[in-house]
Nanobody, 122 residues
């Protein structure tokens, strides 16, 4: 059983940056691909980014390409989401997830964190 804990959310002005972290425990981190998803109020959960087990494969939603970067530190069992040039429409609860293969589909992932709120003000 893998436990995931996100941190790093907060309030930031449009154009600013945040780095989210997701710390994993209870499993062998390198067995899992990791994903970030977000859900804004009244909207469906949507894919943000994913990374393969050793970090060479990355996937991004079109809406965040060029602004967000996913990375992982396997020695620390942590995955990161560096978010730059934030926009108001990025406001959402961001959650990390783990599964054996990277995917853009939330249903693919077996393990989820509780989420961290990101609020972008104008």
């Amino acid at each position: 059983q893998v436990q995931l804990v996100e941190s790093g959310g907060g309030l930031v002005q449009a154009g600013g940056s945040l780095r989210l972290s997701c710390a994993a425990s209870g499993g062998t981190f390198t067995n899992y691909a990791m994903g970030w998803f977000r859900q804004a109020p009244g909207k469906e959960r949507e894919f943000v980014a994913a990374i393969g087990r050793i970090g060479t494969l990355t996937l991004y939603a079109d809406s965040v390409k060029g602004r967000f970067t996913i990375s992982r530190d396997n020695a620390k069992s942590t995955v990161y989401l560096q978010m730059n040039s934030l926009k108001r429409e990025d406001t959402a609860v961001f959650s990390c997830a783990a599964d054996v293969v990277p995917s853009t589909r939330a249903a693919q992932y077996d393990y989820w964190g509780q989420g961290t709120q990101v609020t972008v003000s104008s």
